[in-house]
């Protein structure tokens, strides 16, 4: 199969782009579970803390 080469250059661009969303979707989700993981961890200090007054 015969793909001009404006029409290549146009696919690699939007791979590229879609490769950018992909990559983006990726941080914003180890971004949120990362500030799960801190809540939980603040959360844990604050009954330990607790525990440890009385």
Known sequence: MFIS???YQALE???ADLEGQVQSQQ???V???ADEISRQ?????K???K???Y
């Open 47 to 49: 009954e330990r803390n």
């Open 41 to 45: 961890i603040a959360e844990l200090l």
């Open 51 to 53: 525990l440890n007054f």
């Open 31 to 33: 971004s949120i579970v």
């Open 27 to 29: 941080e914003i989700k």
């Open 5 to 7: 080469k404006k029409k």
């Open 13 to 15: 661009k939007r791979i």
